[in-house]
């Protein structure tokens, strides 16, 4: 079992500013890739951003045009944690943020796990 713990969010202005982070737990062999996604109401979640691993230092990073140039992934890999850095805020990024983590547990069995999700809400 995985179990992802999400934190940051909440409410800011527009122009304004969050973090959000993830560490992942459990029986954990290898990440092979961590990303957040965002969903509202009666519409299907979407990728925010998401960094795969690929054997380069920094591995391969993905963002969604909605957000590219204001939002920053990164990842520690000694922790098991993303981050998502989020500037230049908009209203149309208000949504419950979704952590996800896929990989290979410790008995050889692969896992793709989500977190519990965290709000952000953006004022105009």
């Known amino acids: 079992q995985v179990q992802l713990v999400e934190s940051g969010g909440g409410l800011v202005q527009a122009g304004g500013s969050l973090g959000l982070s993830c560490a992942a737990s459990?029986?954990?062999?290898?990440?092979?890739?961590m990303g957040w996604y965002r969903q509202t109401p009666g519409k299907q979640r979407e990728l925010v951003a998401a960094?795969?691993?690929?054997?380069?230092?920094?591995?391969?990073?993905t963002y969604s045009n909605a957000v590219k140039g204001r939002f920053t992934i990164s990842r520690d890999n000694a922790k098991n944690t993303v981050y998502l850095q989020m500037d230049s805020l908009k209203p149309e990024d208000t949504a419950v943020y979704y952590c996800?983590?896929?990989?290979?547990?410790?008995?050889?069995?692969?896992?793709?796990?989500w977190g519990q999700g965290t709000q952000v809400t953006v004022s105009s």
């Open positions: 996800n983590a896929i990989g290979w547990l410790v008995a050889a069995r692969s896992f793709d796990s």
């Open positions: 459990g029986s954990i062999f290898s990440i092979n890739s």
């Open positions: 960094i795969t691993n690929d054997g380069s230092p920094d591995g391969t990073i």
